[in-house]
């Protein structure tokens, strides 16, 4: 599902994100400068209510196995807990990225032990 875009604007990445929960309109991708592998591509940034830019998430650089394709993988900050997803960034057009959504499916609720009905015993087996 997509949920969102960027495209550059003046050298910077700007787009927005919108679901069921969530309206940021005001994001941006900040690149990640460092020589570890394990570092991701972008930091996504959001412009909060006081305007200043804070850290909701991030994008790591992936190839696709089948076509060769850059994309972009990661997760941001959701208030909704009970439904984390992961994001993927994909090309658009010309420097505009497209932004879906996986959502995992909920957690299914604990089960319960069965109980014995009110009144009943339960006596061990013995041989």
Wanted: glycine share 8%; proline share 11%; net charge positive.
């Amino acid at each position: 599902m997509n949920i969102g875009s960027f495209k550059s604007t003046n050298g910077q990445l700007l787009g927005s994100i919108a679901t069921a929960h969530i309206d940021l309109p005001r994001l941006g991708l900040r690149p990640v400068e460092s020589d570890s592998d394990k570092a991701p591509a972008f930091e996504i940034m959001a412009l909060n209510v006081a305007r200043r830019w804070v850290q909701i998430g991030a994008l790591w650089e992936q190839t696709s196995n089948s076509s060769g394709e850059v994309f972009y993988q990661g997760r941001f900050d959701d208030p909704q807990p009970h439904r984390p997803g992961s994001s993927h960034a994909f090309p658009h057009r010309r420097r505009n990225r497209n932004l879906q959504r996986r959502m995992e499916p909920p957690a299914a609720p604990p089960r319960e032990p069965r109980r014995q009905p009110s009144g009943t015993t339960r006596t061990p087996h013995h041989r």
